[in-house]
């Protein structure tokens, strides 16, 4: 995968080797033909080792597996195994603290220093304002991917919530989206606080024995007892060889923003819920429709990264259709569930590649045109004086790394150099061209996994650019 999708990945040995002597599609329920064809070929072109799709649609579950769990094992994936969901998870966040919020417990727009009075950020105002609202919607304002472990205990979490104040407060809680994953920590933590138990037990007891998620879990522990596919992360950004992603679990105290590990069935069993207002496949009724479909209104413009964000969900609209859903990227894996609800169609896909984004990108693009008659709309570059692209080019920084944008005679060239926060990684990205599709945002037009990917410029006070927003992060510009 590229830098835009999250972070890296790669392939020991030969790919037509391993595929030709290693791969068995084992399925249930298994995709039509041309799903599984597409499937298949895009597996191939990626280089990605192994993939879980699940389809719903039309009252009917299909569901198969296709590629190796590992390429030392070379064990085939089957429908029902096991893969990191990354942060789809935060789905399941924003469905309990919703539940909470029904229940009276959790109110969306008081500040959060009510739930958790020890509080400490960076900045005080942010201190005193910051709401649940905005941590389920990445408008916090603070930077978001603090990774810090603080061990296996219960008290992983509150350890990481004390630890906030030293993350810089970039913009005004409320006033921009970034995408923060220590947000959605900070919301796990008041949840465990109302409801006084862990956060994964809450999610459990809450929401998946409810729904029936039988195979859905938060530790290793409790997964390798079922079949798992392992991660895999490139040898080189942007190579075709991978090999197996040694660092499997994340810490704990992040678990409320991306450490679910689960199947495409049990995606497809939180997709129905949502499908069907709030009801269990049991009869239960575990949230309103009402809430269910609040969560989907949107609550501030998300950029590059999706048209908006809602409580938890990514929004867009395609040919007029609305579109929801979330992406999941951990060490050497890449998810996806995606949503139409006036169609009542789903798609889950599990990949065990960092790059699996490129995969599941091109599937559900091409299933959701065969099948629903739907595009993605795609802005067309126009162009910019060269006096407008000197004034975006330059190098912006963030924790992770440093960016650096040169003009060039149509748009900008971009290089990255950055650490892999998952894995500790340093790595320098090979260099995309990118067009411009307005002032101030710009589309990747290189070939490769990083195609059509954004990035947009925010400016500051005086009018120049103060940040450029890559793959949802704010990185601040160097003067």
Not at 237 to 254: F, K, N, Q
Not at 345 to 353: E, P, Q, V
Not at 440 to 447: A, G, Q, R
Not at 451 to 472: A, E, H, K, Q, T
Request: proline content about 5%; overall charge negative.
């Amino acid at each position: 995968m590229g830098y835009d999708a999250l972070y890296g990945v790669s392939i020991i040995f030969g790919w037509r080797e391993y595929m030709a002597e290693q791969q068995t599609d084992v399925a249930t329920g298994a995709l039509d033909a041309a799903l599984a064809e597409r499937t298949s070929a895009a597996l191939a072109r990626w280089r990605v080792p192994g993939a879980a799709v699940g389809v719903l649609a039309d009252g009917k579950r299909q569901e198969q597996g296709f590629g190796v769990v590992s390429l030392e094992t070379g064990y085939p994936v089957r429908p029902d195994t096991l893969f990191q969901i990354g942060s789809i998870t935060k789905l399941f966040t924003a469905t309990l603290a919703m539940l909470l919020v029904e229940e009276g417990k959790l109110a969306l727009d008081t500040p959060i220093i009510a739930y958790l009075p020890d509080l400490k950020l960076a900045d005080a105002d942010a201190q005193t304002r910051l709401t649940l609202r905005m941590l389920l919607s990445h408008s916090g304002g603070f930077n978001g991917d603090h990774f810090a472990d603080f061990g296996m205990g219960d008290d992983a979490l509150s350890a990481y919530v004390a630890s906030l104040h030293t993350l810089e407060q970039q913009t005004p809680a409320g006033e921009v989206w970034s995408y923060n994953n220590a947000g959605f920590c900070t919301a796990g933590a008041i949840i465990a606080q109302v409801t006084g138990m862990p956060y994964e037990r809450a999610v459990r007891e809450r929401i998946f024995a409810p729904l029936g998620m039988t195979r859905s879990f938060f530790f290793a522990h409790e997964a390798i007892a079922y079949p798992n596919a392992v991660g895999h992360t490139q040898q080189t950004p942007g190579g075709d060889e991978h090999e197996v992603a040694r660092l499997y679990p994340l810490p704990r105290s992040v678990n409320a923003a991306g450490a679910i590990i689960s199947t495409v069935d049990d995606l497809l069993t939180f997709a129905q819920f949502q499908l069907d207002g709030g009801v269990t496949r049991e009869g239960q009724r575990l949230l309103s429709q009402e809430t269910i479909h609040a969560m989907w209104q949107p609550q501030i413009k998300a950029a590059n990264f999706a048209e908006s964000y809602g409580i938890g969900w990514e929004l867009h609209t395609w040919d007029g259709v609305r579109v929801i859903g979330h992406g999941g990227s951990t060490n050497g894996f890449n998810a996806r569930l995606t949503i139409i609800p006036e169609r009542r169609y789903a798609i889950a896909i599990l990949t065990n590649s960092g790059r699996g984004s490129a995969l599941y990108e091109e599937v559900v693009a091409a299933d959701l045109k065969a099948r629903l008659g739907l595009e993605e709309p795609k802005p067309q570059p126009i162009s910019l004086t060269p006096e407008a692209l000197a004034a975006l080019a330059g190098v912006y920084k963030r924790p992770d790394g440093v960016i650096t944008l040169t003009a060039t005679s149509d748009g900008l060239r971009r290089e990255v150099k950055a650490v892999d926060l998952l894995n500790n990684k340093e790595e320098s990205y090979p260099p995309d061209d990118l067009r411009p599709i307005s002032a101030l945002e710009f589309i990747v037009v290189t070939p490769g996994e990083n195609l059509d990917s954004r990035l947009d410029f925010l400016p500051g006070d005086d009018g120049r650019p103060r940040f450029v927003r890559m793959g949802g992060r704010l990185a601040a510009r160097v003067e």
